[in-house]
């Protein structure tokens, strides 16, 4: 794993670091429970606007895994997979909306300067959807860029949207449940009692691993193909 593709799970453990160390050193809980009060008040309107936010942070290339973390400590396990899958889907949409219309030009300059890209291109022109899955599993193109690089390849609006979406999946499930664990830390954590706990995020941790191992190795192979 290059430094790249290391820094993402980087950025997450500092993240979750300091959660916890807020939630120790801090009145952590008491400011999540008057944040969580508000949020309450505010009705449907609060996953509107957090899904609003993240997609904004989506089409600006900002660190969108914050988004997903702070998901986890604000709404909890299900609700947080809900809304940050659903805020990363909208958002690589909207990228790749504005990739392919209105951004052109400077996304074929990223590619120009990346060879690793026009083998993807290549790739994606023979295997469609089934190379952007594998893509959303694998961290071997960062989130943010590929969305508007997806735009300038062959593959079609739809077919992206469900394949970001299925592959997006088990990485939201797992940045979640670290949101959620230093959530926990506070004291306000909706996950199982006692080791439940632990098994959810672990279970969610194996399983992300194993895909992005999987897919990975799928990806590399035809990537070396295309560069052949």
Do not use: C, H
């Not at 599993?137 to 860029?145: A, D």
């Not at 230093?182 to 691993?209: E, F, K, L, N, Y």
Request: aromatic share 12%.
């Amino acid at each position: 794993m290059t430094a790249r593709r290391s820094a993402r799970w980087i950025v997450a453990a500092v993240v979750v670091a300091a959660l916890f160390a807020a939630g120790r050193l801090l009145p952590f809980r008491d400011w999540l429970a008057s944040f969580e009060r508000w949020i309450a008040g505010l009705g449907p309107a609060a996953y509107v606007l957090y899904v609003a936010a993240y997609v904004l942070v989506t089409v600006l290339m900002l660190p969108a895994i914050l988004m997903t973390l702070g998901a986890g400590v604000v709404f909890g396990l299900v609700r947080g997979v809900a809304v940050a899958w659903t805020g990363a889907t909208l958002g690589a949409a909207a990228s790749f909306l504005i990739g392919r219309y209105v951004a052109r030009e400077r996304v074929d300059r990223w590619i120009a300067a990346n060879p690793r890209y026009a083998a993807i291109d290549r790739a994606i022109g023979r295997k469609g959807w089934r190379i952007v899955l594998l893509l959303r599993l694998s961290p071997l193109v960062p989130f943010v860029v590929s969305n508007y690089f997806y735009g300038l390849t062959a593959i079609a609006f739809w077919p992206y949207v469900a394949a970001s979406a299925l592959g997006m999946l088990p990485l939201a499930f797992l940045y979640v449940s670290l949101g959620v664990a230093a959530r926990q830390a506070a004291g306000a954590s909706d996950m199982p009692p006692g080791p439940g706990r632990w098994i959810v995020v672990g279970v969610g941790v194996v399983v992300t691993v194993a895909a992005t191992l999987y897919a990975r190795r799928i990806v590399r192979q035809a990537l070396d193909t295309e560069t052949k």
